[in-house]
T-cell receptor, first 112, second 110 residues
Framework: DAGITQSPRYKITETGRQVTLMCHQT?????MFWYRQDLGHGLRLIYY???????DKGEVPDGYVVSRSKTENFPLTLESATRSQTSVYFC???????????FGPGTRLTVL | GEDVEQSLFLSVREGDSSVINCTYT??????LYWYKQEPGAGLQLLTY???NMDMKQDQRLTVLLNKKDKHLSLRIADTQTGDSAIYFC??????????WGAGTKLIIKP
């Protein structure tokens, strides 16, 4: 199916574990983004990517790692999860900066 | 850098108009957007306005832009229960990055 998908949709993990959230888009959009959504903070950009093998930090990158070996995939890894990383994570993609961003359905991550 | 602010909640009666307000700080923002997030879902673009426009209308939606005051508003006419959602204002800054407001939760009273 065309669109942008995220997996898993829900994840519970423990402090100190490594977690990878997956994002896949079928439009061949150049740009992809990872946001976290927390009550009262709206959306905060974690990392973004302008193309395969090109990534850059956003507002809150600490504790996260990204890669983009293929245009369609943009995984986000929490190398050692902390409770403060409990959040809803959204992946988005767009043709170009300023164009409409298309969002995935989100991953709700709970770190115990 | 750019900062975008909006109030967190708005409560209106069904059938009334809703007006959601947003302020931004970067006068060089070229595009301003309204996104809608329904419960349990990602965000979807609702409408946008270019900085050289004062107003944009699309069916029940009216966007007003006051560049002097750096104030953006979204008016939803004849608000329905299906309009219950969180509405995000976003501004494209001079680095072509989207800066997001915290979102306004629209609550519809019967």
């Amino acid at each position: 199916d065309a669109g942008i998908t995220q997996s898993p949709r829900y994840k519970i993990t423990e402090t100190g574990r490594q977690v990878t959230l997956m994002c896949h888009q079928t439009w061949s959009h150049s740009y992809m983004f990872w946001y976290r959504q927390d009550l009262g903070h709206g959306l905060r950009l974690i990392y973004y990517s302008a193309a395969a093998d090109i990534t850059d930090k956003g507002e809150v990158p600490d504790g996260y790692v990204v890669s983009r070996s293929k245009t369609e995939n943009f995984p986000l890894t929490l190398e050692s999860a902390t409770r403060s990383q409990t959040s809803v994570y959204f992946c988005a993609s767009t043709l170009g900066m300023g164009n409409e961003q298309f969002f995935g359905p989100g991953t709700r991550l709970t770190v115990l | 850098g750019e900062d975008v602010e909006q109030s967190l909640f708005l409560s209106v009666r069904e059938g009334d108009s809703s007006v959601i307000n947003c302020t931004y700080t970067d006068s060089s923002s070229t595009y301003l957007y309204w996104y809608k997030q329904e419960p349990g879902a990602g965000l979807q673009l609702l409408t946008y306005i270019f900085s050289n426009m004062d107003m944009k209308q699309d069916q029940r939606l009216t966007v007003l832009l006051n560049k002097k005051d750096k104030h953006l508003s979204l008016r939803i006419a004849d608000t329905q229960t299906g309009d219950s959602a969180i509405y995000f204002c976003a501004a494209l800054d001079s680095n072509y990055q989207l800066i997001w407001g915290a979102g306004t939760k629209l609550i519809i009273k019967p």
